[in-house]
């Protein structure tokens, strides 16, 4: 995985770590990722676009969410 770097309210942050001290994700990161991928399902492949026609969604991030959410490599 790829190290990216995001500036976002503190609000956000908070409800972040509300949630990993409730337990529902082990980390920021996690939580981060999971909010990612819904994104990505709801507005592109839902949408009936594939990742492949996409050209700032390459084919590789159905790979890359899969090791994502297994660990599987």
């Known amino acids: 995985m790829r190290i990216v770097t995001v500036k976002m ?3 956000y942050i908070d409800g972040i770590d ?3 001290r409730a337990g529902r994700y082990s980390s920021r990161s996690e ?3 999971v909010a990612v991928r819904e994104l990505l399902k709801r507005e592109l492949w839902s949408a009936g676009i594939p990742a492949e026609t ?3 969604v390459p084919a590789a991030i159905h790979r890359s969410l899969h090791v994502a959410e297994t660990g599987d490599y």
């Open 9 to 11: 309210p503190e609000v």
């Open 54 to 56: 996409v050209h700032t």
């Open 31 to 33: 939580a981060i990722r």
């Open 18 to 20: 509300e949630l990993v």
